[in-house]
């Protein structure tokens, strides 16, 4: 088994502290972290730090991820450092490449840039109109190579749930990132990415992780981790497609009736078991190995949904694999 990423959510206040723990990952030899546009969790700052609390509600951006990311990469000299995801809407393509290449430039070629046209529900408070978002992505992509004039451009990773925007990644990008991947279907997901292309693709997850030798309050942490998820179209959509519709029509129940608890309970302990990384330090160790065998290349943990203090929980999830 090889050591996964680690996913660094920028908290305010907890910035510094967080790019210091991105050196001390990299001095411990973690191979990559993630950092992303920034939907927050509401963080309750009465909850103790190491509590579960309910995840974010609503749409407040206080995060760029090329930002975030260009922090972490001064910060360390050996990990690899991906943005998962910078939502494209928020850049025009010429200026998305101009500053990935300037990150590039300045990390010694370990950038790579994630994007993807993100979600309806959390653009829609900003006045974005979206486009269909397979013609979208292929666009932007064109106008990016176009800005770049045959010049250089960091690795192309494109966020994606289902499999037609896999299988555009596999056309015009260098690999393929998913959130709360589903580990049993990933094969059939990528199945669709030309054999040609299958060496040096980039295959990368977010999955939630909680370490807890109480397997009852792990697996109560990935239910919360899910249950915004669980109200996007999007996923609804991929989650059914990936057998979980009974769980997304609970979800949908629930979401109906306000009941923000029972969209966390409608995610079954089947689909959980798919999608988080959660338990003991072995069980959490052999599902990032279930992973890896399953084709998953760059599995980075994420904590933000669990902990106010961001550090305390990327170090606990990270003592793991000492």
């Known amino acids: 088994m090889e050591k996964p990423g680690l996913f660094i959510y920028a908290v305010p206040g907890q910035r510094k502290a967080l790019v210091d723990t991105a050196r001390e990952l990299d001095r411990r030899g973690f191979p990559f972290l993630y950092s992303s546009h920034g939907s927050a969790p509401a963080i309750d700052p009465n909850a103790a730090s190491d509590r579960v609390v309910r995840p974010y509600e609503g749409t407040v951006v206080w995060q760029d991820a090329l930002t975030h990311a260009l922090a972490l990469g001064m910060a360390t000299e050996r990990m690899t450092i991906s943005t998962a995801i910078e939502v494209t809407y928020h850049r025009m393509p010429h200026e998305m490449v101009a500053i990935a290449n300037y990150i590039n430039e300045l990390c010694g070629d370990r950038f790579i840039l994630g994007i993807g046209p993100g979600h ?7 006045n974005v109109t979206m486009e269909k978002p397979l013609a979208h992505m292929r666009h932007y992509v064109e106008e990016m190579r176009a800005a770049a004039a045959g010049g250089p451009m960091p690795r192309l990773v494109f966020a994606a749930l289902r499999q037609k925007m896999v299988a555009l990644a596999g056309e015009v990008a260098d690999g393929v990132i998913w959130a709360n991947c589903c580990r049993s279907q990933l094969q059939r997901s990528l199945s669709v990415v030309p054999a040609a292309k299958r060496e040096g693709f980039i295959v990368g997850d977010v ?34 497609e990936c057998g979980y519709a009974d769980e997304v029509e609970q979800a949908r129940a629930a979401i109906a009736s306000d009941d923000h608890a029972g969209v966390a309970t409608a995610v079954s302990e089947r689909m959980a078991d798919d999608i988080g990384v959660y338990g003991t330090p072995s069980d959490v160790r052999k599902r990032v190995s279930a992973f890896q065998e399953a084709g998953m290349n760059q599995l980075c943990l994420s904590t933000m949904f669990h902990s106010q203090d961001q550090a305390k929980a990327i170090a606990k999830v990270a003592a793991a694999f000492d």
């Open 207 to 240: 999955a939630p992780a909680y370490v807890s030798d109480d397997r009852e309050e792990a697996l109560a942490a990935v239910r919360l981790a899910l249950t915004n998820y669980m109200t996007l179209t999007n996923y609804q959509n991929y989650f059914i």
């Open 120 to 126: 309806g529900e959390i653009l829609r408070p900003f």
